[in-house]
């Protein structure tokens, strides 16, 4: 491929470039998911569990790592007395990482910047060892991770390495990709989560129709894991006379900085049955910056960014507020699907 991208390239990573270098490839089926389920639940087996008993504190490095880690914590009962924290932890968790033996996992390891970053912050700690676990790198990005590393007691194993970018977006979206939908809970970090946990079982049907009262709702669970009944993902596109019950957006229609035609307020919707926990991620003013949000004093997007970041995080705020109205006095506070706890995590 004569423009193939040079290893060299420091180029990021997040959800859009995974979307746009995905999408060339042909849509996952239950071949690739029971291929990513082995591809998973193998290496944990092979390189995790099998080392159980020489670690003392696993740091998972969010947002991808952790949630794999965690659900592989449920395939093992061995898991029960190792300390787990998110590396966003670690400087609130000193104790657990002074001369221990730990591991660090993440899904895959693209230019090494947030492993190396994660290493520079344990160094001070002097845990007694620390090994690196990933599904899949890039080459080049773990040999001068590797390299690099000035820490002594570091050990590696960074799972499939990738000679190309090519081969590297193919292995992801086909080995990891499906097994990250099978967990079905939420993966963008950008947006506040509302986490409602039941005492019994929640009834799927009864989910669905309360959520339907306010809008599109639609399945977004793959093909392949239609025979799966204890998780469920949707999508809630709101209807404009739910949006008006907002304030936040009828404010912001009467500053006229907002046309309300063209814009997208939605909810995502997790439900896992095995977990007894509902999951809504609202996802408000996507389309801020390609025409929502009105231009003022002729200044561009990039000037407004800053306001535009600020009205988006006050909408979802709002948006919290008024799911946590809905379902307070809904039938979900049924006894007999009782909440026993509500959680916001912004």
């Not at 099998?50 to 740091?59: G, M, R, S, Y």
């Not at 952790?66 to 898991?79: A, V």
């Not at 080995?175 to 950008?190: G, V």
């Not at 909810?267 to 009105?294: H, V």
Request: charged share 30%.
């Amino acid at each position: 491929m004569g423009n193939e991208t040079s290893w060299d390239d420091e180029e990021p990573w997040n959800d859009k470039d995974f979307k746009e270098n995905t999408s060339k490839y042909l849509t996952q089926d239950y071949y690739d998911f029971k291929a990513s389920m082995k591809f998973v639940n193998e290496y944990f087996d092979e390189n995790i569990f099998k080392q159980v008993d020489e670690w003392e504190t696993c740091i998972k490095v969010e947002n991808k790592g952790s949630l794999i880690f965690k659900e592989q914590q449920n395939r093992s009962p061995s898991w029960g007395c190792r300390h787990v924290i998110k590396h966003l932890q670690i400087k609130d968790r000193k104790k657990l990482i002074e001369d221990k033996d730990i591991i660090i996992f993440d899904d895959s390891i693209i230019t090494g910047k947030t492993m190396s970053g994660i290493l520079d912050i344990l160094k001070p700690l002097k845990p007694r060892r620390i090994r690196v676990f990933c599904l899949l790198s890039i080459e080049n990005a773990a040999n001068k991770l590797k390299s690099e590393t000035e820490y002594p007691n570091v050990d590696f194993n960074l799972g499939e390495p990738c000679s190309k970018w090519e081969d590297f977006w193919h292995k992801y979206f086909k080995l990891i990709n499906p097994y990250m939908e099978y967990i079905c809970l939420p993966i963008q970090k950008a947006h506040p989560l509302l986490i409602i946990k039941f005492r019994d079982t929640p009834n799927e049907t009864q989910i669905y129709n309360f959520f339907s009262n306010f809008g599109d709702l639609a399945s977004e669970k793959p093909e392949y894991l239609k025979d799966m009944d204890d998780r469920f993902k949707y999508r809630l596109v709101f209807n404009p006379g739910v949006i008006d019950q907002i304030d936040i957006f009828n404010i912001m229609k009467d500053l006229q900085h907002v046309s309300m035609e063209d814009l997208k307020v939605k909810t995502r919707i997790y439900l896992r049955k095995d977990r007894k926990t509902l999951i809504l991620q609202p996802m408000i003013l996507e389309s801020l910056e390609t025409g929502s949000l009105k231009v003022l004093n002729n200044q561009d997007v990039k000037t407004l960014k800053p306001y535009i970041s600020l009205i988006d995080s006050v909408a979802k705020r709002h948006l919290i507020d008024f799911w946590l109205r809905a379902v307070e006095n809904s039938h979900l506070m049924a006894d007999s699907t009782k909440i026993t706890k509500i959680s916001i995590l912004y």
